[in-house]
């Protein structure tokens, strides 16, 4: 059990820190970007990022832009955190808060 505890705190560690950097380092004025969560394989070599973007129709051009960026990005992480291995960044969109919005939607018009 030790190793998913682990493995949830590395992941909000790198949900924190990358949320800062994306923040800081990225302008994202026309749009609303998210990070959702961040999963971690067990033996820590990557980690996929989940982004959300609205509207919606960015969101393949944010992860673009981020996966590009991802070498810098990783460098700030591993001069950031003292942890060894730093995993391997991958940005991924986030396809769940789209279902969530659709099902919001049915049920709204059910409610009417």
Known sequence: MPT?????????LLSQEIGK???RDFDF????????HADTTPNLIDTRI???????N?????????????????HKINRKLNMRPIPKII????????????????LNQLKN
């Open 4 to 12: 998913t505890n682990r493995i949830e705190k590395v992941n909000s």
């Open 21 to 23: 950097i994306i923040l």
């Open 29 to 36: 004025s026309d749009c609303l970007v998210t990070l959702t």
């Open 50 to 56: 989940y982004i959300s973007v609205m509207p919606e």
């Open 58 to 74: 960015k969101i393949e051009n944010i992860v673009k832009i981020l996966n590009n960026n991802v070498r810098d990005i990783q």
């Open 91 to 106: 940005f991924v969109k986030d396809d769940n808060v789209r279902g969530a919005a659709r099902i919001e939607a049915i």
